[in-house]
Structures are given as C-alpha cells and as structure tokens.
C-alpha cells in the first residue's frame, strides 16, 4: 500500500516537473537555407534517373530534385 502510493507520489512531482519545464521552454524560430548544394552522383545520367523515378514514384510521377526550379542538364 505505501510503496502503491509513493509510486503515484513520485509519478505526479515528475509530470509536473516535466509540465513546467515544457512550458517555459521558448524555440527560437529556425532560420531559412539561402543556398542549397545538390550533389549528384557520378554515373547518375538519364538511364539512372529515369529508373529510380519509375522505382520511387511511378511512370508518371517526379523524383524531387526534379521539381527544383533551377537545375543544370
């Protein structure tokens, strides 16, 4: 019975421990990437690209560095 209630005893002090803490913790908002560098792998030419799409996203789909605005071929 007692070790019954020292368990909840200690239970409740560490939420409400963890419960203060949580709130008075403030994130600092995080800062936005002004370039991006994509490494491409050697080898890695249309043949690759056209078989890792299919793999990954289907006939009809796009891999994501596909969608970037910007892109050398």
């Known amino acids: 019975m007692t070790r019954t209630i020292l368990s909840t005893l200690l239970l409740a002090v560490c939420c409400a421990a963890q419960a203060q803490t949580a709130s008075t913790i403030r994130l600092a908002p995080k800062p936005q990437a002004k370039n991006i560098i994509?490494?491409?792998?050697?080898?890695?030419?249309?043949?690759?690209?056209?078989?890792?799409?299919?793999?990954?996203?289907?006939?009809?789909?796009?891999?994501?560095?596909?969608?970037?605005?910007r892109t050398a071929r």
């Open 38 to 69: 994509f490494f491409l792998g050697d080898g890695m030419g249309p043949t690759t690209i056209t078989a890792a799409r299919i793999f990954k996203a289907g006939e009809d789909g796009l891999l994501n560095f596909e969608r970037l605005d």
